[in-house]
């Protein structure tokens, strides 16, 4: 049996770290929840910044490739080096250049400004997500999904309060508005401060004990058998996060051209896709835990098929009611993804959870942005048609295996 020390396992264990557990997630979970609010701005001033500078879908969809691909490309990075090196402050600084993006955002004079300015949101998002996800790992108390659920909850109920934000402030009162929104990244950075210096705390004795232990993985797979179900779980989150993707970027615009809503009544029916996320992560979170990680993502992303397929066709009472069941469904699956990889790959936790996190937002990045051509060539519809039948590769779960069963089969083998 492997006993590599990790940071995760030191704060875990200890008796200063139980008792911190508790008020460290409800405070990482909350910056988490104002982070993903500022983030969610993006999707939702999309019909503002579509008239303001006459934008076409495809370039729609460049401003979501821009900010979540950045976040793609930089976050294994953070993960990888923080792995090595923890940064403890890291996270107030990311939040420092989210709150740069979004004043620049709020002036932004052109399409490249705009760009740039969700750009520096998305360097933001990359720098907090794998240090937060390893805090919330060591503030488990050894209940990695809960945990992992917990601190994702947060960052959904921001994703989802983040169109009714625009819709009620923002958009009645301009893009000058958006500067208002820098006051949840200022409470953030204070937040953050304190956690780092809880954080500093646990790794600092860590650092000292097991030096360079902490940065290899302690995994007694064969690499070959670990990139193996790496990959398997990449096409999960794909499935995933492709629909995701084509649901929260275009979905107003799908309202308002299939039903001829207005666009507040738009924007509140995507807080209540929103919402159903967030409700579907925190009970997938806990699900996990009880049932297992391979039979909560045979659920989450599997079981949604039925309903995203009748998706296109459904009337608005329908649509409604369908895409709080997808958001419950499919929402679930992420912490049994997240908590899988862990195991796949322990003692590489900021790395896991920089790469796992980044390549959602490139996929959500990419998908967004494939999508919006196609938006331009075929309809709105066309493309909710198309993203119907992704959840299909969800049959890629069948070659997951149980972890425990699998690291006996193997020390048995050698």
């Given at each position: 049996?492997?006993?590599?020390?990790?940071?995760?396992?030191?704060?875990t264990s200890g008796v200063t770290a139980q008792s911190a557990a508790i008020p460290i997630l409800i405070s990482l979970s909350f910056c988490h929840f104002l982070?993903?609010?500022?983030?969610?701005?993006?999707?939702?001033?999309?019909?503002?910044?579509?008239?303001?500078?006459?934008?076409?879908?495809?370039?729609?969809?460049?401003?979501?490739?821009?900010?979540?691909?950045?976040?793609?490309?930089?976050?294994?990075?953070?993960?990888?080096?923080?792995?090595?090196n923890p940064m403890p402050f890291s996270l107030a600084i990311g939040m420092g250049s989210t709150l740069i993006g979004l004043l620049l955002l709020s002036v932004a004079p052109t399409y490249a400004i705009i760009l740039i300015a969700a750009s520096l949101i998305g360097t933001g998002s990359a720098i907090f997500h794998p240090e937060a996800s390893r805090v919330a790992r060591m503030a488990s108390g050894g209940k990695f999904g809960s945990a992992q659920a917990f601190f994702q909850v947060g960052g959904n109920v921001g994703q989802a309060v983040g169109p009714l934000l625009a819709a009620f402030i923002v958009l009645p009162h301009g893009q000058k508005a958006i500067a208002w929104v820098s006051l949840a990244a200022l409470i953030a950075i204070a937040f953050l401060t304190r956690i780092g210096k809880w954080y500093g705390a646990h790794i600092k004795p860590s650092n000292k004990s097991t030096g360079a232990a902490n940065v290899n993985p302690a995994s007694d797979l064969p690499r070959?058998?670990?990139?193996?179900?790496?990959?398997?779980?990449?096409?999960?989150?794909?499935?995933?996060n492709v629909y995701s993707a084509s649901l929260t970027s275009f979905f107003t615009f799908y309202l308002i051209e299939r039903f001829d809503l207005p666009v507040q009544a738009a924007q509140v029916q995507l807080f209540i896709f929103m919402a159903a996320i967030a409700v579907g992560t925190l009970i997938g979170g806990a699900l996990t835990d009880r049932l297992g990680r391979r039979p909560m993502i045979w659920i989450s992303i599997l079981g949604t098929l039925p309903f995203t397929l009748a998706l296109p066709y459904a009337d608005l009472f329908w649509t409604g009611v369908l895409t709080i069941i997808i958001g419950l469904l499919m929402a679930s699956a992420f912490p049994a993804i997240l908590v899988f990889a862990h195991e796949v790959m322990p003692g590489r936790v900021g790395f896991v959870s920089g790469m796992f996190f980044g390549f959602s937002f490139g996929l959500g990045g990419l998908g967004a942005a494939v999508m919006g051509w196609l938006a331009d060539m075929n309809g709105i519809s066309f493309v909710y048609q198309l993203c119907s039948f992704l959840p299909i590769l969800g049959l890629v779960a069948w070659f997951l295996p149980d972890m425990a069963a699998e690291r006996r089969k193997y020390q048995q083998a050698t």
């Open positions: 049996m492997n006993k590599t020390t990790t940071p995760a396992a030191t704060a982070n993903d609010l500022i983030q969610s701005l993006i999707p939702a001033l999309y019909p503002l910044l579509k008239s303001e500078f006459s934008l076409d879908f495809t370039q729609i969809g460049i401003i979501t490739l821009a900010f979540q691909l950045t976040a793609s490309l930089l976050q294994p990075t953070v993960g990888f080096y923080t792995d090595k070959a058998r670990m990139l193996f179900l790496i990959t398997i779980l990449m096409l999960l989150l794909f499935s995933k």
